[in-house]
């Protein structure tokens, strides 16, 4: 069944919409990843417009963090001070994301640009992904032992804030800071940014685990609402008609993921996982560096 | 105004097209007589393009060539360049007034029939299409190769044709032809152009309008995101967090 999306302006098989909202949504509820670093690039591969996919994509995200955030509310486990200083960096590197992403549209660019990002972070994900799995599977696991304090040099920046629910004494321009660098991610790359955030919160914060998904998710839904925001205005991007397709997917893929993520082997579906994220980022570098059909093609003509 | 009657009574003759050309030659006032299956294209929620049939009668001798010209607009040719591997938009050209919709159909190469010196002077065919760069540029080089490229690109996504036998003679006097737009068609005011051409010259040029537009919900969601961008983007927002409750409600539930 084909249906015509307004915004992309384009005619797509709402199954194959769905199915790819119900696979990236399956491997969500497995994985507890968000799936918009899956999901941009899908699109992308079917023919929809890249600044098209991520602002839609953002749009999303904006759905399944409400519905993640919601369970780990329900469990205290979101430390609303932490997340609201993390939203102060968020909303400006956002903000600021949508801006470049404006300007790098109007100089043609931009396709290329979301294209190389999602290169870089696919491929540097991929391999941690897939190493640390092959790591496990040939059990050799190393005990890394990791102190929960480190002190840089980031600890002596000024502005201290006491964080209760994470037990930290830490400066307010680090979670700013961090905000920062995944908004301008999540507005370019149509991806709510927890791949980035949860890693930085445990390694760099030194939060406790059980509430960094809870204050990652929690960012993101404002981060992401941000985002769409500013699509919608600055670039009309935003194709609600192809984000209610996804997010149908993609809520009843994240249910079947999370029910079976305790009857599957873990590991091996890890390795799994870290083969598509590896994939995508070769067929997307296989993209770019392929000679094409034609030098010349038609851009899209940004109306002042 | 009297184009108008001309044309109501144009299409009052059509009804019985296949009587007037059995008839006699001398109630046949007009040369070449045209209608369209439908004046209008709608864009819906299950588009996936449409075709339109075209037909008339001439009178007398002659050949046909039907020029199908949709809205104009500014459209940008990009070249990609080698950089470290990488392929990168470089060379940019901006043309102006380019047809968002071009397709030439005639019931015979139009060589065959058309001096080119006439074809020239009218702008027919994808060769003299009249695709000038923006004024803002300096002079471009590249023109010829932009050129090209602008109109092979346009062919590739079926929007640009060229259709020498497309137009089909049914007798000697009445002919047909289809038109066929993708799911890539733009929206707004086409104008079919309807030469009659005989011994090397245009005899005469009937011009019919068609409007494209999208309708409905489709319509609805385009116009409100442009227009009321804001408006749309709070609503998308609201949509998701509402689908994302509902959605944690329901995995509560279960």
């Known amino acids: 069944m084909q249906i015509y999306l307004p915004i992309a302006e384009m005619s797509v098989n709402v199954f194959l919409i769905l199915g790819m909202g119900g696979g990236v949504g399956f491997l969500s509820g497995l994985f507890g990843v968000g799936g918009g670093f899956l999901m941009t690039p899908l699109l992308i591969f079917i023919g929809i417009p890249p600044a098209v996919a991520v602002a ?17 509310w329900r469990r205290a486990n979101v430390d609303v001070k932490m997340g609201l200083t993390l939203l102060v960096g968020g909303i400006a590197g956002s903000s600021f994301g949508v801006w470049l992403f404006t300007i790098l549209r109007g100089l043609g660019q931009i396709d290329l640009v979301i294209k190389l990002c999602y290169v870089v972070f696919l491929s540097v994900i991929g391999v941690l992904m897939l190493s640390e799995s092959i790591r496990t599977l040939m059990r050799i696991k190393r005990q890394i032992r990791r102190k929960r304090h480190h002190h840089y040099w980031i600890h002596g920046l000024p502005l201290k804030m006491r964080f209760r629910r994470s037990r930290l004494y830490i400066s307010a321009l680090l979670p700013i800071g961090i905000g920062f660098l995944v908004g301008v991610l999540s507005a370019i790359m149509g991806v709510g940014g927890g791949f980035i955030m949860v890693p930085a919160m445990i390694y760099l914060l030194g939060m406790p685990t059980v509430v960094v998904v809870g204050t990652s998710l929690f960012q993101i839904i404002f981060v992401t609402a ?43 579906l890890r390795g799994l996982l870290g083969l598509m994220v590896v994939g995508v980022c070769a067929k997307l570098t296989y993209d770019l560096v392929v000679t094409p059909p034609d030098l010349f093609f038609l851009g899209r003509v940004v109306a002042n | 105004m009297i184009r108008e009657i001309v044309k109501v009574r144009t299409r009052h003759l059509l009804a019985g097209v296949v009587l007037l050309a059995a008839a006699t030659p001398a109630y046949a006032v007009e040369e070449l007589v045209v209608d369209l299956s439908s004046t209008v294209v709608e864009i819906t929620a299950g588009f996936v393009g449409s075709e339109l049939l075209l037909f008339g009668a001439i009178d007398g001798e002659g050949d046909v060539v039907v020029i199908v010209r949709g809205p104009l607009r500014d459209e940008i040719v990009r070249r990609k360049e080698r950089i470290a591997g990488i392929w990168v938009n470089r060379d940019e050209l901006l043309f102006t007034g380019v047809p968002a919709f071009y397709a030439v159909a005639s019931n015979r190469p139009m060589e065959e029939f058309l001096p ?76 079919i152009d309807v030469y009659l051409v005989r011994d090397g010259k245009i005899v005469t040029v009937d011009t019919t309008l068609l409007n494209v537009r999208k309708v409905g919900f489709e319509a609805g969601v385009f116009g409100f995101a442009h227009r009321h961008s804001l408006a749309y983007g709070v609503l998308a927002i609201f949509i998701a967090a509402v689908a994302g409750w509902l959605a944690s409600v329901m995995f509560r539930e279960s």
């Not at chain 1, 953002?58 to 780990?72: K, M, W, Y």
């Open chain 1, 226 to 268: 941000n985002v769409t925001i500013l699509q919608a205005v600055n670039n009309q991007t935003v194709d609600v008609v192809l984000a209610l397709i996804l997010l149908t997917g993609g809520v009843i893929g994240a249910q079947m993921g999370a029910r079976a993520s305790g009857r599957l082997q873990g590991e091996q």
């Open chain 1, 56 to 72: 839609t994509e953002a749009n999303q995200i904006v759905a399944s963090s409400v519905s993640g955030v919601l369970a780990h």
């Open chain 2, 116 to 191: 080119e010196a006439v074809a020239a002077k009218n702008w027919i065919g994808l060769e003299n299409l009249l695709l000038l760069p923006h004024w803002k540029q300096p002079y471009a080089e590249n023109y010829d190769s932009f050129r090209a490229a602008l109109i092979r690109n346009k062919q590739r996504q079926g929007l640009y044709s060229r259709q020498p036998g497309n137009v089909i003679f049914l007798s000697g006097r009445l002919f047909r032809t289809k038109i066929s737009f993708p799911t890539a068609v733009s929206v707004g005011e086409y104008g």
